[in-house]
């Protein structure tokens, strides 16, 4: 079992920058493919980015596609998610979440996960 805690969220004005970190504990960190969701008021949870165990491969969502950047130091069991270019519809709980294999093939991937850190981007 892996755990994962969030750090960074806050609020930012509409074209500003956050940094999400993700520290992880316990075994196989580095064996994992992790990702980045999210889930606004009223809506579902959506996947955002998603990074492979070797950090060779990376995934976006077409909405948050060459705004945000996802990496990891496995030698440091953390991952981060750089957001740059905030829009107000980004605001919303980002979660940490690590998944049952190397790379990531689908949503469902995912077993393990934080607890959330809010970000609200203000017009």
């Known amino acids: 079992q892996v755990q994962l805690v969030e750090s960074g969220g806050g609020l930012v004005q509409a074209g500003g920058s956050l940094r999400l970190s993700c520290s992880a504990s316990?075994?196989?960190?580095?064996?994992?493919?992790m990702g980045w969701f999210r889930q606004a008021p009223g809506k579902e949870r959506e996947f955002v980015a998603a990074?492979?165990?070797?950090?060779?491969?990376?995934y976006y969502a077409d909405s948050v596609k060459g705004r945000f950047t996802i990496s990891r130091d496995n030698a440091k069991n953390t991952m981060t998610l750089r957001m740059n270019s905030l829009k107000p519809e980004d605001t919303a709980v980002y979660y940490c979440?690590?998944?049952?294999?190397?790379?990531?093939?689908?949503?469902?991937?995912?077993?393990?996960w934080g607890q959330g850190t809010q970000v609200t981007v203000s017009s």
């Open positions: 316990g075994r196989t960190f580095s064996r994992r493919a």
């Open positions: 979440a690590a998944a049952l294999l190397a790379d990531y093939y689908s949503d469902s991937d995912f077993g393990s």
């Open positions: 990074i492979s165990w070797s950090g060779g491969n990376t």
